[in-house]
């Protein structure tokens, strides 16, 4: 157990680093943030920050050396530099980076343990697509392997025609076929090192250009018929990388059940109603599951919840947000104001 008063690493500084760095410091352990960019949000609120690339194995050796255990918050960390940090425990362990950094590795293992992905076939070449929309159909979706985050590096293919001519990038793609489903909802559990699991409510999440805009709770009936099913894939997921910490799934709710979408190995947006919406939020139980702790209540803390993120000039509403009590504001502090980036969220609570 690592005991409050120690130092937790963060690799990665954005706002989820920032969340969960509050979440640690509310129980009384400093973090410890690693993270290339120049400036960082979660550093802005940490004991600790080293700036320096993530394949600099000096840097996250020295890093290690002040940290009692090393988590992250970005799922694009490259993995082999990862051995830099030596003997310090990573939590959750990095084999669950390699899995959801690739999106052919994803589905690939998420199939083999009885999920539903949609149809997909890895594509290298112009013959590769084709042949990919010769078995799967269209509409598709072409995406990039790695490195594609809130709809960035897609294509959407509605047609054979549509797809020659395309400018493929110099990169692995994946090519999926397009799903038909009534709603879009998320798993998140937190797994302890004794491999307890405990879910947080799903949400109904709502998507614009790609990015998540709304998640609400309670979802509707045809979301939550499907969360039993979507929750037994994820523990299969969490227990097959023996997990700890916050773990995320994404599911498309379709007649024919829940399609899985992708996993994150982290904590989600779709998460962040449960900071005033539930007993203990998704940054405090990884905190505690990665420290050895006794996980928290997953329990709703009210009737419903609805979480909207601010993006992009969204955000310069601040002042009118905060005229009503009921919001619950949370800004991040990030300095440019630019489209399409996530600049915070509104949390707001009913009671019936
Ligand atoms: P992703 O980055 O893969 O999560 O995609 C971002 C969003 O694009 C998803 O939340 C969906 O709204 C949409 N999307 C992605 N893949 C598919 C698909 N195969 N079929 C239909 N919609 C999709």
Known sequence: MIAPGETIGILGGGQLGRMLAMAAARLGYRCHIYAPEDHSVAAEVSAAHTQAAFDYAAGLSAFAADCAVVTYEFENVPVAPLAALGEVPV?????????????????????????????????????????????????????????????????????????????????????????????EFSVILCRGQDGE?????????????????????????????????????????????????????????????????????????????????????????HIRAICGLPLGSTELAADAVEM??????????????????????????KGDVRPGRKMGHVTRLTFD
């Open 197 to 285: 699991i405990r879910y947080f409510d799903s949400a109904h999440n709502r998507h614009e250009d790609g990015i998540l805009a709304l998640s609400t709770v309670p979802a509707p009936d045809a979301i939550t018929a499907q969360v039993p099913a979507a929750r037994d894939l994820a523990a299969k997921v969490a227990d097959a990388l023996d997990y700890v910490g916050v773990l995320t799934l994404e599911f498309f709710a379709t007649e024919a059940g829940p399609v899985f979408n992708e996993m994150a190995p982290r904590v989600h947006n779709s998460g962040h109603w449960t900071i005033e919406g539930a007993v203990t939020c998704q940054f405090e139980n």
């Open 308 to 333: 909207r993120n601010l993006i992009g000039e969204a955000a310069n509403d601040w002042a009118e947000i905060l005229k009503d009590p009921a919001n619950h504001l949370h800004l991040y502090g």
């Open 91 to 183: 939590f959750p362990h990095p084999r669950a980076l390699e899995t959801a950094q690739d999106r052919l590795a994803e589905k690939t293992f998420v199939t083999k343990l009885g999920g539903t992905p949609a149809p997909f076939a890895p594509v290298d070449s112009p013959e590769d697509l084709r042949a990919a929309i010769a078995r799967i159909g269209t509409p598709g979706i072409l995406k990039t392997r790695r490195d594609g985050y809130d709809g960035k590096g897609q294509w959407r293919i509605m047609s054979p025609e549509d797809a020659e001519g395309l400018d493929l990038p110099d990169q692995p793609l994946i090519y999926e076929g397009f799903v038909h489903f009534s709603a």
